[in-house]
């Protein structure tokens, strides 16, 4: 049904937008990943999981499976409930197992939407996970104006992959300065994706040149 549903939003999006998907190679074909990506609008997770490769897991509030027939839905498209706020463990080992089983993740490390379209500080969950799992990291920017409506241009920018290993020791329970150093790695690009080059190294490059 995935596959189907995938179809069905490529087709959709095509229609309503003037989207544009970027840096698809950065994708590995034949292995589960984690997707982290800014978060603006509830579409953001079928925007990012309409190109992203095989099957496909994701945290939902758990106030969205309170309706049986919805919740039927989002679940056979891979979500799994959340409970915000309320120090919710379980649900890193549910996406640790959906790793496992060769599923890819998505997650919007900074926990709500922005409203500014600016990139927040993120939090360290997506770190965890990946310590926990082992599996590599793939950060997305959801780029568009102001706001999204009708035939806005929207850009979908996959970046090179992020080695777990590089950063984090693979453990159940992770060395928490190492979890930073990777949180710190996978929200600057995020924001590089989503805002482009800071300016001083930007200025930086002008200089070498």
Same mark, same amino acid.
């Given at each position: 049904?995935? =596959?189907?549903? @995938?179809?069905?939003l490529r087709?959709y999006?095509?229609?309503? %937008?003037?989207?544009k %998907?970027?840096?698809?190679?950065?994708?590995?074909?034949?292995?589960?990943?984690? %997707?982290?990506?800014?978060?603006?609008? %509830?579409?953001?997770?079928?925007?990012v999981?309409?190109?992203?490769?095989?099957?496909?897991?994701?945290?939902? !509030?758990?106030?969205l499976?309170?309706?049986?027939?919805?919740?039927?839905?989002?679940?056979?498209?891979?979500?799994?409930?959340?409970?915000?706020g309320?120090?919710?463990?379980?649900?890193?080992?549910?996406?640790?197992?959906?790793?496992? *089983?060769?599923?890819?993740?998505?997650?919007?490390?900074?926990?709500?939407?922005?409203?500014?379209? @600016?990139?927040?500080?993120?939090?360290?969950?997506?770190?965890?996970?990946?310590?926990?799992?082992? @599996?590599?990291?793939i950060?997305?920017?959801?780029?568009?104006?102001? @706001?999204?409506k009708f035939?806005?241009?929207?850009?979908? !920018? =996959?970046?090179?992959?992020?080695?777990?290993?590089? =950063?984090?020791?693979?453990?159940?329970?992770?060395?928490?300065?190492?979890?930073? $150093?990777? *949180?710190?790695? =996978?929200?600057?690009?995020? $924001?590089?994706?989503?805002?482009?080059?800071?300016?001083?190294?930007?200025?930086?490059? !002008?200089?070498?040149?």
């Open positions: 049904m995935i =596959y189907v549903c @995938k179809f069905l087709i999006f095509a229609a309503a %937008y003037r989207l %998907y970027e840096g698809l190679k950065n994708i590995p074909k034949k292995t589960a990943v984690i %997707y982290v990506s800014n978060h603006r609008t %509830y579409a953001d997770p079928p925007l999981g309409a190109r992203a490769r095989g099957k496909l897991a994701f945290m939902a !509030k758990e106030e499976f309170k309706n049986p027939l919805f919740a039927w839905l989002i679940r056979s498209l891979g979500a799994f409930p959340v409970a915000r309320k120090g919710d463990t379980g649900v890193l080992d549910t996406a640790v197992e959906r790793l496992e *089983k060769g599923h890819s993740l998505m997650i919007f490390p900074e926990g709500t939407r922005s409203k500014d379209g @600016k990139v927040g500080r993120g939090h360290s969950g997506a770190a965890v996970i990946a310590a926990r799992s082992g @599996k590599m990291m950060p997305v920017g959801i780029v568009f104006g102001e @706001k999204l035939r806005s241009k929207v850009t979908v !920018k =996959y970046g090179e992959p992020i080695m777990t290993q590089d =950063y984090v020791e693979i453990s159940d329970t992770p060395n928490p300065r190492q979890l930073v $150093k990777l *949180k710190n790695r =996978y929200m600057a690009d995020i $924001k590089r994706l989503v805002e482009g080059e800071p300016e001083s190294a930007a200025a930086e490059e !002008k200089t070498d040149e």
